[in-house]
């Protein structure tokens, strides 16, 4: 069993490194930094996040596909089989800085129908109908970013919050995101596989290890005080995930494109994904600053109604070779 430890992964992020990789065959070239941006939206943001706050905010680590379980702790011996194809994965999350982009271009930069769709899954793109569901335009979009005063990350002007993950988020909002930014939101298959290390099926992205301070931002006590959504990856790289994602455990819930419903143990998961409305909302992911240890695991499965904009939901999107 993996702990608290990091394997290097190849990220999206630098010329350099993508020409190289093509050069040898597609080989992962680890050693070059991304501080070149490549991703289509990420020209007038400042390589300011990590750790060290020198990484590019928009790098994406590659998640080599494979099959693994969907393991319900709820139910004996259920594992729910899936498979899933290779694809990218944001490195970190969303950040206010990268949504800034976004907000200055609205509503241009609404998604058209069928935008953000997965390339394996059909009907899996922007619906026309979902349009009033977003902000009629940028002065909204701002107003609903300030959904709570005391835990919001968004400000109107840029400020020292640039590198903070963006809060405040409909599910809507989130894909009509990623969908601008020539991605996607991932799967929820997608989603766990990378939280669990694929065919390892961790416990927690980081490996065995217990939660802890030193490894994911959770449980700060906001009934009692205000507690600042930390930078992303503040708690790389001991908390990252098995391809390098930082925050997959607490920071915000990410919103992914399922449904919520059960899982299905006769269902053949094969790039899947759940397009029907089983009436339990959107599934959100890993757990948040305003949360207890529980959701960490990426075991927990929690359906919120895809309209909510709340402080501890956020954004990670996907994308495809």
Known sequence: MRTGHRTRSCLLGSLAAVALSQAAGGACIPDVEPNVFVLPRCEQVAPACG???????????????GQFNRTDDRIPDAVYPATVADFHLDRFEVTVGRFRRFVEGYPATRPAAGAGAHPLIEGSGWDPAWDSRLPAGQDELRAVLQCDANFRTWTDEPTGNEEAPINCVSWYVAFAFCAWDEGRLPTEAEWTYAAVGGNQHLAYPWGGDAPSDALAVYGCPTEQTVCPVPHVGSKSPAGDGEWGQADLAGSLFEWVLDYHAELDPNARCINCAQLSDGGFGREARGGA?????VPLSP???????PENANSFYGIRCARDE
């Open 289 to 293: 600053f305003s949360h207890d240890e």
């Open 299 to 305: 075991a927990y499965r929690l359906g919120e109604p």
């Open 51 to 65: 750790p060290e706050a020198d990484e590019s905010c928009c790098a994406a680590g590659e998640v080599k596909g």
